[in-house]
Every structure is written in C-alpha cells, then in structure tokens.
C-alpha cells in the first residue's frame, strides 16, 4: 500500500524515515558525498538543506550489503561513493521543473508517479580508491551528455570517446551491483535500481 506523508522536509520526515527505511553509514567501504546537500549539483544549490543521511528501502539496504561484502571480499582497496539514494518527492518536482521543456527532461522522472529515489529504491554511486581518487568513468555525475549513457558504450568506444579503461570501471560498478539484483539506468551509469517500477509503485511507502 501507497504511504504518503504531508510533510515536506527530511527533517520533519525524520521520524518516519527512521522507521520506515534502512541508514547506510559511512564505513569501509562506504564514503557518502551527498551532492544535493551541497551547492555542486545541477541545480546549482543546496536543495537537502544540509541533510547528509541516507537511507535506502530495506530491500534496497539489504542488496547494497550484499554488494558491500562482495567489495570486501574481491576489491579491498575500493570503496562506493554515493552521490544520492532517498529523495523527496516533493524535491524530485523542483528537478522535474528545473528541466521541464529542455533536451534533458528525460534525465528526471516525473514526480507522478515518481522516482524510485522517492521510494528509497535507487542509488547513485560510482567507486574510489581507498586514498579518495574517484575512478575514471568518463563522466561525472549528473552528466547529460550522451557519454554518460550505458546503452550507448559500444558507440562510444569505437569512437574513443570513451576509453577501454573507462568502461572497465563502469562494467566493476555495475558487476558488483547487478550481482545482487540491482539494475543500472540506460541513460545514467552511476543511478542503480533495486526494484523494477512495477514492483515499487503502489506497494512500498514513498517520502513525499
């Protein structure tokens, strides 16, 4: 069943949010760097008003784990660095506003029925080393350049536009995620969901 609560800040949504979804913490194999906490995003501004916890949907927070043993076990000097995971539906309308009726509209989901992030069911994160260097994906985060498209890769490295190397590391991101259920985006190489829409819209609670 849909939940849906009037308020419209984490802050005020703290209480439920703590009962409803799961805390990833920063560990040793974990470094958060939420970037709507900050002003470098592409809203050019702190939408999160400095909340920096994350939470993902249980089921979500389970399968992470599971990717995290699997780091520890396979590729001890790296670690996740998550960009995003649970997100207002009511922030997720700003973006969708933000760009409304420009080439990028596609790179937001509409705030009806929503983004899985609104559900605590995706994930935005790349991998660094152990030292703090990101490895090199070929784009940032929140890149709207065709390059930042997984389903355009094999274009990409014909061209060199993308470099062995750089799709190596994409692949390791996506490996040790989709091992544990996760699905990445066609369009975003670093957004991860957990569920198919199918299973997330109408049955899971969402933070308005």
Known sequence: MLFRSSM???????????????????SSEVVLDLKYSTTDNFMNKDVYGRFT?????????KMFAEACAELKAKHRHLQFHIWDTLRPRSIQAQFYKHLEGTPFQNYVAAPE???????????DLTLQTKDGKLLDMGTGFDDFRDLAQPKLEPHFLKSGE???????????LRQLLENQ?????????WHFN???KHDVYGRHPILE
């Open 8 to 26: 419209t800040s984490f802050t005020k949504h703290l209480s439920w949010i703590e009962q409803n979804f799961t805390e990833i913490k920063t």
């Open 53 to 61: 916890r994350c939470f993902l949907a249980p089921v979500a927070a």
């Open 113 to 123: 029925p929503g983004s899985l992030h609104n559900f605590g069911m995706a994930i």
């Open 162 to 172: 993308l470099t062995k190397e750089q799709h190596k590391n994409r692949l390791l």
């Open 181 to 189: 259920g996760f699905k990445v985006l066609e369009h975003e190489w």
């Open 194 to 196: 957990a569920l198919p």
